[in-house]
């Protein structure tokens, strides 16, 4: 099954919580949207590093840092997933 939407609103999606990757999902997709969602990912969290956020404000530097985490997640589920099925990412 081909992406529907926008790759790069599917990763930003990831980082606001709104959407997460399991296993089970990763069949529906083909080696090049996988490859597609990684690329993407890697972008949205270069945007999210790239924002300035107060030392003082720890709950801002905590939301900062669960999106990142949601990124990685899906980025490491996605590439044991490609391992398993020995797809070159």
Do not use: W
């Amino acid at each position: 099954m081909a992406l529907s939407g926008n790759p790069k609103k599917l990763a930003q999606d990831i980082a606001g919580g709104y959407f997460s990757i399991t296993p089970p999902m990763m069949r529906r997709y083909t080696p090049n949207d996988l490859k597609t969602i990684i690329a993407n990912l890697a972008i949205v969290a270069r945007d999210i590093r790239q924002e300035q956020v107060p030392q003082e404000d720890a709950l801002a530097i905590k939301h900062k840092n669960t999106r990142l985490s949601r990124i990685n997640q899906a980025g490491i589920v996605i590439r044991a997933h490609c391992k398993k099925l020995r797809i070159p990412i």
